[in-house]
């Protein structure tokens, strides 16, 4: 089957498309015929190497996938998947039986792993994964949007209603519109009935963003003060909730934007791990500083539905084929994309 991979960790170079064996899926595993695949920040970290990560010569890169069950492995009678049955793929893959799965949290479990990161990925023609990990296809979306909902878009949904637990009414600022998680958590503050606030380099993505609801953007590269034009924004009372994926340089700005009591969550660090907290900033506005990475099953089951009812519709930036694959993955790194990044498997 054709597929994109590495062997070995590094820059754009180490990437590779070729032929490699067809997958046999396990106990418990379907196996998707992959239609399309879309890319994801993670995969440039995966490919750069993170630090404990080990590769199995060779690495299938990839979490995010929609297809058609084409098999399904010994041990899935629990399975009501179909053959044939068209699917968008939960890259998250957990042990479903410690008390954290048991409770439905299954990112916290302790064998939390992502499919394309720890796991063999999608960017290929077939990839057996855990029967529980596919969802119905939301009939509304094309094959190129299904493939663009499950990361960007369970990673915003959990962050938004599980983490912060955002409430209609409420506004938040989303630093860097643009990337697949900010404009997912502006669709989906909006299907909330929340205002939200996105800050840009770019004015381009700034009008975009205003077209797709939001209520006001900031440039930060024209803005030397954002917390204060946030402040001004919102009558100098700050936001409720922060989302923000860039990590070190946008902090200090989450910091100073959102009100007393507000909560600040993140998931992401494509500006730097590490950046200075100032606790009594902390403690006595009642800030809530809160981490989430991907989502449940429940956190997917319910973004699918949604999806389907509330139509929301990943944005797409632009489809590559499969054999364009170094080319989409070099439009990733640029970070010039406003939406997602979406190859044509099959
Ligand atoms: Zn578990």
């Known amino acids: 089957m054709r597929a994109m991979y590495i062997t070995e960790f590094g820059e754009i170079d180490k990437v590779q498309i070729g032929e490699l064996p067809k997958p046999t899926p396990g106990p418990g595993q379907a196996l998707l015929k992959v239609k399309t695949a879309a890319l994801n920040h993670l995969d440039i970290w995966v490919r750069k190497g993170r630090r404990g990560l080990t590769l199995k010569d060779p690495h299938v890169l990839g979490c995010d996938a929609a297809g058609t069950v084409e098999a399904l492995g010994p041990n ?7 053959l044939g049955q068209e699917a968008v793929l939960n890259p998250g893959v957990s042990c479903m039986r410690c008390e954290f799965c048991l409770r439905g949290m299954q990112s916290e ?3 939390f792993r992502i499919i ?3 796991l063999e990925g999608a960017f ?9 990990n596919l969802f119905p296809k939301p009939p509304n979306l094309s ?6 909902l499950p990361l960007a878009y369970i990673t915003a949904w959990r962050m938004l209603f599980e983490r912060a637990k955002l409430l209609s009414g409420e506004t938040m600022l989303i630093h860097g519109i643009g990337g697949g998680v900010a404009v997912a958590a502006l669709q989906l503050s ?3 009935g929340a205002s939200a606030i996105v800050t840009s380099s770019s004015d381009e993505k700034l009008k975009r963003a205003r077209e797709m609801g939001a209520v006001a953007g900031i440039n930060y590269k024209n803005t030397p003060d954002v917390a204060a034009e946030v402040k001004k924004l919102t009558n100098g009372r700050g936001v409720d909730v922060v989302l923000d994926s860039a990590g070190a340089p946008t902090l200090p700005i989450s910091m100073g934007s959102v009100r007393r009591g507000g909560r600040i969550v ?4 494509t500006g730097g791990p590490e950046a200075t907290i100032n606790i009594q900033q902390l403690y006595w506005n009642h800030i809530s500083f ?3 990475t991907m989502g449940s099953m429940e956190d997917m089951r319910r973004l699918v539905k949604a999806a389907a009812e509330f139509n929301i519709k990943p944005l797409l930036c632009k489809v590559f084929d499969l054999s364009d694959g170094v080319a989409a993955m070099r439009r990733m790194e640029s970070g010039e994309q406003m939406g997602k990044i979406v190859l044509r498997v099959s």
């Open 76 to 82: 899935c009678e629990g399975t009501d998947l179909q």
């Open 109 to 111: 479990c302790a064998s």
């Open 116 to 118: 394309g990161f720890q």
């Open 124 to 132: 290929a023609e077939y990839v057996a994964v855990p029967a529980v």
């Open 143 to 148: 094959w190129e949007e299904a493939a663009a």
């Open 190 to 192: 909006r299907m909330h």
């Open 266 to 269: 993140t998931c992401g660090i």
């Open 290 to 292: 809160l981490g989430s």
